[in-house]
């Protein structure tokens, strides 16, 4: 379909364009016709007092491993879209420039079905991330990069592990304060209530010999990273409790073992707790940031824009 200003009421944010070269776009890079997507927010594509739209360079995504690099958050300026007949794309936020809505252009294919609704909020958060991911201070990445490559490298694999990593929607982190070394921090596991318990719903004569799988005289300190994972998820839909302290553990031992032998004089402390999102409050959102790992952080994205 050929676009002209009046057809612009018609597109969303997510849509891919086929555009004619430009000034901008040949300056970027970008010859003779190219793909873009609509990063501006529909409500602001389809106002005819808006003359322009910020787009984007995007591309065919070349194989599934490549869209699943991008959408595990390992180049954070790529933003992974797919569109409504399930082909793959990835857009070029670093090259990101406004097209006028006289430009020539055709409409090429639709990532969101709906204005609203889940693929709608998926896109805008991925979008937002692209451009609003926060500078942590340059102290605090190398603490956190071994949990952030185990986790981006187990995310959707067939493993313990991953299996668990696949039930958590967002990880979190909050500081002391952020300005100076010295920093205190803790992370926030995020879990769907379904998966997790609060604690005043615990069994309170509950004991460790309970845990459905435990071995005869093993006991919580014998647990590492791969144990508890098998643990958690043998335990997860039979019992709460068991799952509630399951699920501690899996956070304390991904402190002891990815993040606190990585302390620095930036960061002197950190402890990692695993929350369901129920008990997750607004104030502790506003308080916090996204430590950035987009395949954990879709879900909980649009959960927590449909709760708000």
């Given at each position: 379909?050929?676009?002209?200003?009046?057809?612009?009421?018609?597109?969303?944010?997510?849509?891919?364009?086929?555009?004619?070269?430009s000034?901008?776009s040949?300056?970027l890079g970008?010859?003779d016709?190219c793909?873009?997507?609509?990063?501006s927010q529909?409500?602001d594509v389809?106002?005819?007092s808006k003359?322009?739209?910020l787009v984007?360079?995007?591309e065919?995504?070349?194989?599934?491993?490549?869209?699943q690099s991008?959408?595990?958050?390992r180049?954070?300026?790529?933003?992974?879209?797919?569109?409504?007949?399930?082909?793959?794309?990835?857009a070029?936020?670093?090259r990101?420039?406004?097209?006028?809505?006289?430009?020539?252009?055709?409409?090429?294919?639709?990532?969101a079905?709906?204005?609203?609704?889940?693929?709608?909020?998926?896109i805008r958060?991925?979008?937002?991330?692209a451009?609003g991911?926060?500078p942590?201070?340059d102290?605090?990445?190398p603490?956190?990069?071994?949990l952030?490559?185990?986790?981006?490298s187990?995310?959707?694999?067939?493993?313990?592990l991953?299996k668990v990593?696949?039930?958590v929607s967002?990880?979190?982190?909050?500081?002391?304060?952020?300005?100076?070394?010295?920093?205190r921090?803790r992370?926030?596991?995020?879990?769907?209530?379904?998966?997790?318990?609060?604690?005043?719903?615990a069994?309170?004569?509950?004991?460790?010999?309970?845990?459905?799988?435990?071995?005869?005289?093993?006991?919580?300190v014998d647990?590492g990273?791969?144990?508890?994972?098998?643990?958690l998820?043998?335990?997860?839909?039979?019992?709460p409790?068991?799952s509630?302290?399951l699920?501690?553990?899996?956070?304390?031992?991904?402190n002891?073992q990815?993040?606190?032998?990585?302390?620095?004089?930036?960061?002197?402390a950190?402890?990692?707790?695993?929350?369901?999102?129920?008990?997750?409050?607004?104030?502790?959102?506003?308080?916090?940031?996204?430590?950035?790992?987009?395949?954990?952080?879709?879900?909980f994205?649009?959960?927590f824009?449909?709760?708000?």
């Open positions: 379909m050929s676009l002209d200003r009046t057809s612009f009421s018609l597109l969303r944010q997510g849509d891919i364009l086929r555009l004619k070269a000034p901008t040949e300056a970008l010859q016709e793909y873009v997507v609509l990063l529909t409500c389809v106002q005819p003359s322009y739209c984007a360079p995007v065919r995504s070349k194989n599934g491993s490549e869209f991008v959408r595990k958050g180049n954070p300026l790529r933003i992974p879209l797919e569109d409504t007949d399930g082909r793959q794309w990835i070029d936020a670093e990101a420039f406004s097209i006028s809505k006289n430009d020539a252009a055709c409409f090429v294919a639709r990532c079905s709906q204005d609203q609704g889940e693929n709608a909020q998926m958060s991925r979008i937002v991330r451009f991911r926060f942590f201070p102290g605090v990445p603490v956190f990069q071994k952030r490559n185990r986790l981006q187990k995310a959707g694999t067939g493993g313990n991953g990593i696949d039930l967002d990880v979190r982190v909050e500081a002391d304060q952020w300005e100076n070394p010295g920093r921090l992370l926030y596991l995020i879990v769907p209530s379904e998966r997790l318990i609060s604690a005043e719903y069994d309170p004569t509950w004991s460790w010999e309970r845990v459905i799988g435990r071995k005869f005289a093993e006991s919580e647990l990273l791969d144990r508890v994972c098998e643990l998820l043998a335990n997860l839909d039979k019992d409790t068991s509630l302290n699920w501690r553990a899996f956070g304390l031992i991904l002891q990815l993040i606190k032998p990585f302390l620095n004089d930036e960061v002197i950190a402890d990692v707790r695993v929350v369901s999102d129920e008990e997750f409050t607004f104030r502790q959102f506003i308080r916090t940031e996204s430590l950035d790992l987009e395949a954990l952080s879709d879900n994205m649009s959960t824009e449909e709760s708000k």
